[in-house]
């Protein structure tokens, strides 16, 4: 069987590549229709069906994405999503699932450009650029950020390991970004959301890329920011990520 999966990984790479690509392309002109024409709501619109249909992309490797909610989110306040990251593919189906709170993002500066539809969306949404060799925009950029998301009630996503973790443990969370985010933002609901198995995908690389994957993305119980200590927050919400893959992966822990 695993031999019989690693010789159709080829083909189907292949074809998911074709339509992931595609799919960037056709909507790199179609976002930047949708915002010029009609405005920032289309052009979040856009977004969403865009990620919809990379999230479904998956399905050509015979792999899916399962999300689980059992948790009501608050609405209408400034959110802050904070995950562990082990791939690529984590970020089309926080679009695609959580399109109702349209998540923006905290990013690398050097995806803002050069690659179609993913720069676009990057620099005329509301996500934030950082420069990680500068330390100063970096911090700037960030406390510009949570006054943002406080005060027009936006939701962000950060990713604390600050790399992808290459197994299903996750890497240490760093507490930078989000103090400074958690900080400007006081009114904020932490959400911690566990990311398993999305690394198997790119377990080899980009290519082949793993086929039959189950990827599975959980939300757990929002945290009132302002409840408790910066520092029980962090570890809180760390710990309630780890220990969600954990009972996933236990021989890997």
Not at 13 to 19: A, E, L
Not at 30 to 54: D, P, S, Y
Not at 98 to 110: A, M, Q, R, T
Not at 145 to 172: D, H, N, Q
Request: some cysteine; charged content about 20%.
């Amino acid at each position: 069987m695993a031999q019989f999966l690693k010789l159709i990984s080829y083909p189907l790479s292949v074809i998911h590549y074709f339509f992931f690509g595609l799919l960037l392309l056709v909507f790199h002109p179609v976002q930047w229709f949708a915002f010029n024409v009609f405005g920032k709501k289309a052009h979040r619109e856009t977004v969403i069906i865009l990620n919809k249909c990379l999230t479904f992309s998956l399905y050509f490797l015979f792999s899916r994405v399962k999300f689980v909610n059992n948790h009501k989110i608050p609405e209408n306040v400034p959110l802050i999503i904070v995950s562990n990251h082990q791939s690529t593919y984590d970020i089309p189906p926080m679009y695609a699932f959580l399109g109702k709170y349209y998540p923006n993002f905290v990013s690398k500066i050097e995806l803002g450009k050069g690659i179609p539809s993913v720069s676009y969306n990057l620099r005329h949404g509301n996500n934030v650029l950082i420069n990680r060799k500068d330390r100063r925009q970096s911090i700037n950029a960030l406390m510009k950020f949570g006054e943002k998301i406080e005060k027009e009630k936006l939701t962000a996503v950060i990713f604390p390991e600050g790399t992808r973790s290459k197994t299903a443990v996750p890497k240490p969370f760093r507490e930078n970004g989000l103090k400074m985010m958690v900080k400007k933002a006081p009114s904020c609901y932490v959400i911690p959301l566990s990311i398993n198995n999305s690394w198997r995908l790119v377990r080899k690389g980009a290519f082949p890329l793993g086929v039959g994957i189950k990827v599975t993305m959980e939300v757990h119980e929002p945290i009132k920011a302002d409840s408790m200590e910066f520092s029980e927050l962090l570890e809180k919400t760390e710990n309630t990520i780890k220990q969600a893959l954990l009972k996933l992966n236990p021989i890997e822990a």
